[in-house]
């Protein structure tokens, strides 16, 4: 079998045929590709919404489970995948119509172990009168993990929706989610690319992106935000791998500082409890002990500040974005 689609399903009712629907729209015979519909304890109709889908197309498999993160999910589907290569859409995106088949080609042709397409982002009005594009002919780049890790990797963008991965370079590399935790694809990204030999950077269009159904920061609490702290410490473990160049090391430390200044403003802006600000900072503390950034006086005097006095840094931090910038 060519290819494996895992879908996790949890309250998604509004979303989920519309997503479940295209991927049946991109001119693939059945019989050379799986959906796997991963029902992560969802709690409302989204299992009904796609019922008849269900029962429709003989290459459907469901897992049902209690609801344990998005992480798990994916990973039990990847357990049970029998396709060459894998592809992990969100439930609340969708794929453009006959966009898979040219990226399934490549990756069967080439066996690489990773193919990056491009997207676009959408409003529900836009997708709703979406018609369709016309792409241009796709343009194919060669390069290993190293090369596309310093050339295309965001660390604001680490969407795993956005790949084709080949099942045997996961399975051989042990590349799974960390179970339960928010903002999995961060680690998970930044360890594919770095483990991979043999990359394809695709400017051709995969998937549309539902942006604005929800805020990206209003729903943040006290245990989505010490899920960020382990997404960082997963991706700062990442600097002590073997063979990496004092470039990769030094983008590699980059990224986490991005999400760690994510992780600042989230916990000063989020946060209402001084004593669950710096109860967020000494977990962080633990799960990254030696963590530090050198990119800078800036940087130098923040791993200091954590290292030595975090209480007061994140109570300065809280006093300068309540006072200062008020």
């Known amino acids: 079998m060519d290819l494996s689609i895992i879908v996790p399903v949890y309250n998604v009712e509004k979303y989920i045929r519309p997503c479940i629907e295209s991927i049946f729209k991109q001119g693939l015979n059945e019989v050379d590709f799986e959906v796997i519909i991963v029902n ?95 792409q241009q002919p796709p343009i194919f780049k060669e390069k290993n993990g190293e090369q596309l890790f310093m050339e295309d990797l965001n660390p604001n963008q680490c969407y795993v929706w956005r790949t084709l991965f080949r099942r045997d370079f996961l399975l051989s590399n042990k590349l799974t989610f960390v179970p339960g935790i928010y903002i999995q694809d961060m680690p998970f990204t930044h360890e594919c690319y770095l483990k991979a030999k043999k990359c394809i950077r695709a400017s051709w269009y995969l998937n549309i992106y539902r942006k604005g159904h929800e805020s990206a920061t209003s729903s943040f609490n006290n245990k989505k935000i010490k899920d960020i702290c382990i997404a960082i ?94």
């Open 233 to 326: 410490a997963k991706t700062w473990e990442l600097t002590h791998l073997e063979g990496l160049s004092p470039k990769v090391k030094d983008k590699l430390r980059e990224d986490v500082h991005t999400s760690f200044s994510m992780l600042i403003w989230l916990i000063v802006h989020k946060i209402e409890c001084a004593s669950e600000r710096t109860d967020i900072i000494d977990f962080l503390k633990l799960q990254a002990p030696d963590l530090h950034f050198t990119n800078g006086t800036k940087q130098i005097i923040t791993s200091f500040m954590i290292k030595y006095l975090p209480h007061s840094y994140i109570h300065c931090q809280y006093l300068y974005s309540r006072i200062v910038k008020k």
């Open 40 to 134: 992560d304890g969802t709690k409302d109709r989204s299992m009904e919404m796609i019922a008849d889908i269900i029962l429709q197309n003989n290459n459907i498999t469901i897992i049902n489970q209690k609801n344990q993160g998005l992480s798990v999910a994916r990973n039990n589907g990847i357990n049970i995948a029998k396709g060459e290569y894998i592809l992990m859409p969100d439930s609340d995106d969708l794929l453009i119509e006959n966009s898979l088949p040219i990226l399934l080609e490549k990756a069967l042709e080439t066996k690489a172990d990773l193919i990056v397409a491009d997207f676009m982002g959408m409003s529900d009005d836009e997708i709703n009168h979406f018609k369709g594009i016309t």
